[in-house]
């Protein structure tokens, strides 16, 4: 059961993910890359990518913080604070090259906090072999939209596709990770309802 120090914790956890910048444990994959020379409208567009992703990476802090939260088995909750670890890198790497861009973070980020909080919350509660099977199926979708992103971002810029491809292959691993411990496999329905409201999101945080 989780403890007073546990939400005492957790309350911190989130006040730093959307009201300070973000820790990384790891220097961007960007970071010895020139940057790219690109027109207004293409330095827009893949700012505004990224502050996708960046939403995506406020999301996945509060999934595996409401998830950790109501892991049963220690084991589980260690590997899922210690893959929120990594998504703090990414979201410390989308920070830094949405600033370089001249964009802007999405005003929208306390909303799907609250929201994939309780989300990660009532998946713990469901019992751990469902939580994974929701981090799995998660960090699956996740990695497909970090590939269409690729697909997107012109390819003179280096920086921004150096940071995808490194957040996609940790993405790929989170997914592996969940497997291994056991995670059960959602019913298409919930998969297809999952990727609608995720669709939903990246639309919105696009212009927002």
Not at 5 to 23: Q, V, Y
Not at 59 to 78: D, F, H, S
Not at 81 to 106: F, M, N, T, Y
Not at 162 to 191: C, N, R, W, Y
Request: glycine share 6%.
């Amino acid at each position: 059961m989780p403890t007073l120090d546990d939400f005492i914790l957790g309350f911190d956890r989130a006040l730093r993910t959307l009201a300070a910048p973000a820790r990384e444990s790891r220097p961007s994959p960007a970071r010895a890359i020139p940057d790219a020379a690109l027109s207004p409208a293409e330095k827009d567009h893949v700012a505004r990518l990224m502050r996708i992703n960046h939403s995506g990476e406020v999301c996945a802090q509060a999934l595996y913080q409401g998830q950790a939260l109501t892991a049963r088995i220690p084991a589980n909750r260690e590997a899922l604070q210690g893959a929120a670890q990594e998504e703090e890198d990414h979201l410390a790497w989308c920070e830094e090259r949405i600033a370089e861009l001249g964009g802007r973070v999405s005003f929208l980020n306390p909303l799907w906090y609250a929201g994939s909080f309780a989300l990660g919350v009532l998946a713990g509660v469901a019992g751990d072999r469902w939580n994974l099977a929701f981090l799995k199926e998660t960090e699956r979708q996740v990695e497909g939209h970090l590939a269409h992103h690729l697909d997107q971002i012109p390819a003179a810029d280096a920086r921004t596709r150096a940071v995808i491809a490194q957040m996609k292959t940790d993405e790929a691993g989170h997914a592996e990770l969940a497997q291994s411990l056991g995670a059960a496999e959602f019913p298409p329905p919930i998969k297809w309802a999952m990727a609608l409201s995720s669709k939903v999101m990246t639309r919105t945080v696009y212009w927002v």
